[in-house]
């Protein structure tokens, strides 16, 4: 596997980057269609003609150590619209010390189609915190598909890992505390555990899930305002040998909205 | 009880990085005033990374504590101030408490629901949009 910094032959690179057949090989269509975009040249002292592995001029050098993406059959989005999902809890009224929880959970189930195995992400609301999807209103429990990715058996990766990071948005700013917390999940064969950002999960065979939680608590004194939180998370793959693949990233922006009354302690 | 999942010993980069604190409205913003009518809004975004954000106690009258971003102080990244102009139908003369006791709770009730209008209004403007993207682009590169 992968190509190696000597000797590198036209047959050699077909064979790890996969395009087209193994006869009448081009090394300009071989580069074009190189999928680790990523790459640079790992011979010792070797200078790129320049342009990068897919870009003209096309040097057979740039692929020394070259190991190609894992392949998927198909890798497909399933919502609309800038964010996976959205979810809101409204606090419409309190006095002196308020508090809002929104939590939703990240499911990764996998699943066989004819002879592939597919990896779907879902998102799911919870009973804390309204969701909406592709614009419409979510069924609390329900599974809604964020991405679908399909493998042949023979490429079925290893592992995979959720990558999350949050920015917490306040307005206005006061005694107000906004928290993230990663939990695991509930509901499926497998529980993520908690604190699971970038944690590497065998991606185990069909037919499993595996549930994630991701908790936002807002806490205030006598504040009115909204508190949002823009949740980034990438869906990584990884099979020994090959370089990471990101088959996914996307948001999921949550909303907690306080309004304080009466008297202020 | 579900069962954890099984973890795997291969390890990928983290390439998510991103963990701020953002903060703006009234206490970051200026309300331009004019014989005591609010008529427009300099906006000011502050932003920070999470594990750095001036953080400070606050005792509730409850006892409980709320730890939170002590706004007032210096962003690690500030944004360019931007104009918002507010609608003849949004425009007060009642000011922000300021987190000064005790509130005047008439002036409460007609400041603050329009405040709320005022942050949804101002969060769907390109100028807003352009100016967070701004200070979290810059806050990617710290």
């Known amino acids: 596997m992968g190509i190696p910094t000597s000797n590198i032959s036209l047959q050699a690179i077909q064979a790890e980057v996969g395009h087209g057949t193994s006869s009448n090989i081009s090394l ?25 592995l897919t870009g003209s001029p096309y040097g057979i050098g740039e692929f020394g150590g070259y190991v190609n993406v894992i392949q998927t059959v198909s890798n497909v989005q399933n919502y609309t619209g800038s964010n996976a999902a959205s979810f809101v809890k409204v606090l419409s009224s309190y006095n002196g010390y308020g508090f809002v929880r929104v939590e939703y959970q990240l499911v990764m189930k996998t699943t066989q189609v004819g002879s592939n195995y597919v990896a779907t992400l879902y998102v799911e609301e919870t009973s804390n915190g309204l969701g909406s999807y592709n614009s419409a209103a979510m069924n609390t429990g329900t599974l809604y598909p ?26 206005p700013g006061g005694a107000i505390s906004t ?22 999960k065998e991606l185990l065979n069909p037919t499993t899930g595996t549930a994630f939680k991701v908790r936002h608590n807002t806490t205030a004194e006598c504040w009115t305002g909204t508190s949002t939180y823009d949740d980034t998370i990438s869906l990584k793959f990884i099979k020994s040998g090959y370089p990471t693949l990101t088959a996914a990233t996307f ?14 302690p | ?26 206490g970051t913003w200026t309300e331009n005033r004019t014989d005591g009518v609010v008529k427009s809004i300099t906006v000011v975004i502050k932003g920070w ?6 953080m400070i106690n606050k005792t509730t009258s409850s006892d409980e504590i709320v730890n939170h971003v002590d706004w007032t102080q210096d962003a ?19 000011t922000w408490h300021g987190h000064q006791h005790p509130h005047n709770e008439a002036n409460d009730d007609t400041y603050l629901p329009l405040m709320k209008q005022w942050l949804t209004l101002i ?20």
């Open chain 2, 123 to 142: 969060k769907a403007t390109d100028k807003y949009t352009e100016e967070y993207n701004s200070v979290v682009s810059q806050l990617d590169t710290l």
């Open chain 2, 76 to 94: 690690t990244i500030t944004s360019v101030p931007f104009t918002w102009y507010v609608p003849n139908d949004l425009q007060t003369t009642a």
């Open chain 1, 28 to 52: 300009q269509a071989q580069s074009q269609n190189a999928a680790n975009t990523g790459h640079t040249s790992t011979i010792s002292g070797y200078s790129s003609p320049g342009g990068g």
């Open chain 1, 179 to 200: 928290d993230t917390t990663l939990l695991g999940g509930t509901g499926e064969t497998h529980t993520s555990g908690s604190n699971w950002d970038n944690s590497t």
């Open chain 2, 1 to 26: 009880m579900d069962t954890i999942a099984p973890t795997s010993e291969e390890t990928m980069a983290k390439i998510n990085g991103g963990f701020y604190t953002i903060i703006w409205g009234p």
């Open chain 1, 146 to 171: 964020i991405q679908t990715v399909t493998f042949t058996q023979a490429n079925w990766p290893d592992s995979y890992a959720l990558d999350h990071s949050v920015n917490a948005i306040s307005s």
């Open chain 2, 49 to 54: 990374l999470t594990d750095s954000a001036p």
């Open chain 1, 251 to 264: 948001t999921i922006d949550t909303e907690q909205d306080m309004n304080h009354t009466g008297l202020c």
